[in-house]
């Protein structure tokens, strides 16, 4: 496996912790519906969050959260609306980033809470 795909899998193991600590109940990982994943769909309260984790080893060249694309977002949202019809969910949707810098063996995590909006133009 190359590098940057086990540094990814670090990265979602360590957003899966960090959820789970802050009290969410993690409902799936990996998740995937037509061309889109959905790296996390957690919820707490009433609120369903949907979140993609972004890890990088440098932000010489951006911020992890600066790496998820419009068409990335547009994938999401479709996957979203798909999993909350045939779950029959009554829950808030949150759109969320999880973005961590692996810097010498440590690992910094920035939690982005409702981090974009989708708006169909």
Known sequence: MAEHNELGKIGEEIAVDFLVEKGY???EA???FQKAEVDIIAQKGNVL???E???RSSIDFG????F???KKIKLLVKAIN???ISNDLEVEVQFDIIAIHAKENQFEIEHLKDAFYYFDN
Not at 63 to 66: I, K
């Open 82 to 84: 798909e999993y909350v």
């Open 68 to 70: 998820v694309k419009p």
């Open 63 to 66: 911020s992890p959260q600066d």
């Open 49 to 51: 969050a949907v979140v």
């Open 53 to 55: 984790v972004k890890t």
């Open 30 to 32: 990996n998740w995937v």
């Open 25 to 27: 109940e993690i409902l």
